[in-house]
């Protein structure tokens, strides 16, 4: 072999033994190798930020900022211990310094983090990642897929706004699904507790509270926290074959408030306190988990009234003053019972968030009830009242489909009671002559913001001009496009 082919020949061994760059290493390489703000970089490029609301939008800047800090919790020594029951389960084995991967069952197997490049041997990913037939980081772009997907699922619209409580919701088999739901989700369920259902093999995670979405819309009694994307190596710290085990371990057992602190704080009666709500409010806001209310923030629950432009919530018999921007925008539901986070402010409640009603827009069908009450019959499967004068057109789409817009009014539990409709979605049949704008022609799709008290005439807005429609000049019925995700009528029933 002459020096030239020996030189080259060095050269591609050199080539094949050095590292891949940022740019050709998937994202999966970049977690085995620990290289975490590469990996932060690639993660964003698949994430449409803007189209997230502030919640989810939230979360997912918190795990980008955690890959950037090298995987590390924005406070020292603020992480939470979770338990990760993998009885359905696969974890990914990492390579060790050696490029060697070992056993679950290997002696010191947890104890040797200085072997893995990504800091433990094991990686957890949902199984909508984990069992994708595609390369590593054309899987990358499920993630922001199924938030667009189970916003609509919920009734949202996913491609104009992705909704962190519809995509829990839907995570715990909420609306048209089931619990199976969760195989198809891009978060990770653990718990603040082994649970005999999920187990054994149980994990112990120690993970920073800025990566956990405590499930205060999920079933109470799996004390459910969602992790985003992925459970990395270094996260993962302990295999326990039991319950009993876990609950032995020396990070599970001591100075861990999470193990026996309920779902719901019943002490104070109905409506309980969603202790995982005061949780989650706590982590997006950027406060400690801990202790739960640290502003003595309460939620009230009660009916609204009015006196010139004061606002009031009637609660449990008392009149209860609400004061700030939010509290006015109270004013229009005089009647309704809202349910509203407030800080005491002297006598007065200054309000920091309405939690009831939310502004939605949804495909419910139309019913009557045995009082031949016209009602909305939403598919996460609510039954509910409806006011606002767009609903003097619903006796004319009986036992039909529809979309709405408006302000969902809901219980303690999520559960939609009335709803407060500011428009119905519907197409013009025939040609209609506009007061501004150009003439509708049919198939034109407009918004109904006004129907007459006979209910025979509605005010119609369509690309920013305005007029007068009769009624019969009118489809109300959803399209199928607007129904992603439903079968028809035969969903609902009466």
């Keep these: 072999m002459n020096r030239?082919?020996?030189?080259?020949?060095?050269?591609?061994?050199?080539?094949?033994?050095?590292?891949?760059?940022?740019?050709?290493?998937?994202?999966?390489e970049l977690i085995e190798q620990g290289r975490y703000p590469e990996l932060a970089d690639k993660l964003e490029q698949h994430l449409e930020l803007d189209r997230y609301d502030d919640r989810l939008r939230a979360y997912v800047q918190m795990?980008?900022?955690?890959?950037?800090?090298?995987?590390?919790?924005?406070?020292?020594?603020?992480?939470?211990?979770?338990?990760?029951g993998a009885k359905n389960d696969r974890l990914y084995q990492m390579p060790n310094a050696a490029g060697k991967k070992k056993k679950d069952d290997a002696p010191g197997l947890f104890d040797e983090p200085e072997t893995y490049p990504s800091g433990g041997p094991r990686l957890m990913l949902p199984n909508r990642i984990r069992y994708a037939r595609r390369s590593w980081d054309a899987r990358l772009p499920l993630i922001d897929r199924y938030f667009r997907e189970a916003t609509s699922l919920l009734g949202g619209d996913g491609d104009a706004l992705r909704e962190l409580e519809k995509i829990i919701e839907h995570h715990k088999g909420g609306g048209l699904g089931t619990s199976a739901n969760s195989t198809k989700s891009v978060l990770i369920s653990a718990s603040t507790r082994p649970?005999?259902?999920?187990?054994?093999?149980?994990?112990?995670?120690?993970?920073?509270?800025?990566?956990?979405?405590?499930?205060?819309?999920?079933?109470?009694?799996?004390?459910?926290?969602?992790?985003?994307?992925?459970?990395?190596?270094?996260?993962?710290?302990?295999?326990?074959?039991s319950r009993e085990e876990v609950e032995n371990h020396p990070l599970y057992r001591d100075g861990n408030p999470f193990k026996d602190l309920e779902f719901y704080d019943t002490s104070a009666g109905y409506p309980y306190v969603n202790n995982w709500e005061l949780i989650e409010d706590n982590i997006r806001h950027g406060r400690p988990a801990l202790p739960l209310n640290?502003?003595?923030?309460?939620?009230?629950?009660?009916?609204?009234?009015?006196?010139?432009?004061?606002?009031?919530?009637?609660?449990?018999?008392?009149?209860?003053?609400?004061?700030?921007?939010?509290?006015?925008?109270?004013?229009?539901?005089?009647?309704?019972?809202?349910?509203?986070?407030?800080?005491?402010?002297?006598?007065?409640?200054?309000?920091?968030?309405?939690?009831?009603?939310?502004?939605?827009?949804?495909?419910?069908?139309?019913?009557?009830?045995?009082?031949?009450?016209?009602?909305?019959?939403?598919?996460?499967?609510?039954?509910?009242?409806?006011?606002g004068t767009p609903s003097r057109a619903l006796p004319r789409v009986l036992d039909r489909l529809i979309e709405v817009e408006g302000y969902a009014f809901t219980d303690s539990y999520g559960d939609v009671e009335h709803i407060y409709l500011s428009a119905i979605r519907a197409k013009a049949?025939?040609?209609?002559?506009?007061?501004?704008?150009?003439?509708?022609?049919?198939?034109?799709?407009?918004?109904?913001?006004?129907?007459?008290?006979?209910?025979?005439?509605?005010?119609?807005?369509?690309?920013?001009?305005?007029?007068?429609?009769r009624l019969d000049e009118l489809d109300l019925t959803a399209a199928p496009a607007s129904a992603s995700g439903l079968v028809g009528s035969a969903a609902f029933g009466n």
Aim: with cysteine; net charge negative; proline share 5%.
């Design 195 to 241: 649970l005999w259902a999920f187990g054994p093999p149980y994990y112990i995670i120690k993970i920073a509270p800025e990566r956990c979405i405590f499930n205060y819309k999920g079933l109470s009694g799996e004390f459910e926290v969602l992790i985003p994307f992925w459970i990395l190596p270094h996260e993962i710290v302990y295999r326990a074959d």
């Design 4 to 28: 030239t082919s020996l030189r080259l020949g060095l050269c591609a061994l050199a080539l094949l033994a050095a590292p891949a760059t940022a740019q050709d290493a998937n994202f999966k």
């Design 294 to 387: 640290p502003d003595g923030i309460r939620v009230l629950a009660g009916t609204v009234s009015t006196s010139g432009s004061k606002v009031y919530v009637h609660e449990d018999g008392d009149e209860l003053r609400l004061t700030g921007s939010l509290a006015r925008s109270l004013r229009k539901f005089r009647g309704l019972e809202v349910r509203v986070k407030a800080k005491p402010d002297g006598d007065d409640f200054e309000v920091t968030e309405v939690l009831s009603p939310v502004e939605t827009t949804l495909v419910a069908e139309v019913i009557k009830d045995w009082d031949d009450e016209i009602k909305l019959y939403t598919n996460s499967g609510d039954t509910a009242t409806v006011s």
């Design 63 to 84: 795990n980008l900022d955690y890959l950037r800090r090298g995987a590390r919790p924005k406070t020292p020594g603020s992480e939470i211990i979770l338990v990760r």
């Design 429 to 469: 049949t025939s040609s209609v002559d506009m007061r501004v704008g150009d003439e509708l022609a049919p198939g034109d799709a407009v918004r109904i913001t006004y129907v007459s008290r006979s209910g025979r005439s509605a005010i119609v807005k369509h690309e920013g001009g305005w007029g007068w429609a």
